[in-house]
């Protein structure tokens, strides 16, 4: 069984960083593709960014200069650096795994493992 646990979320002002984890358990880690999105209130799944098992990297236009998505195999995590935050940033924030494979699927419900989500709050 296959789990993903996601860290890091909190209530910041505008302009602030954060950074969130996602920490999943499984030996073959290394081989997964990781998926970040986020849900406000009342919407769908939004793909944030993500990152192929051999570090290909894809952002979402909306937060393109400002996160980043980095991964460390060894402690079986992946990053997401969250610099210059908005109020229209404030979501629950997920991580999601597709498991040996080098796309990062844009559709949530294409992954095989999800998070349990991290609230993110940006006041203004």
């Known amino acids: 069984q296959v789990q993903l646990v996601e860290s890091g979320g909190g209530l910041v002002q505008a302009g602030d960083s954060l950074r969130l984890s996602c920490e999943a358990s499984?030996?073959?880690?290394?081989?997964?593709?990781v998926g970040w999105f986020r849900q406000a209130p009342g919407k769908e799944h939004e793909f944030v960014t993500g990152?192929?098992?051999?570090?290909?990297?894809l952002y979402a236009d909306s937060v393109k200069g400002r996160f980043t998505i980095a991964r460390d195999n060894a402690k079986n995590t992946v990053y997401l650096q969250m610099n210059k935050l908005k109020p229209e940033d404030t979501a629950v924030y997920y991580c999601?795994?597709?498991?040996?494979?080098?796309?990062?699927?844009?559709?949530?419900?294409?992954?095989?493992?999800w998070g349990q989500g991290t609230q993110v709050t940006v006041s203004s």
């Open positions: 990152i192929t098992r051999s570090g290909g990297s």
């Open positions: 499984g030996s073959t880690f290394g081989s997964w593709s």
């Open positions: 999601a795994a597709i498991s040996a494979d080098t796309r990062v699927p844009l559709n949530w419900n294409y992954y095989n493992y």
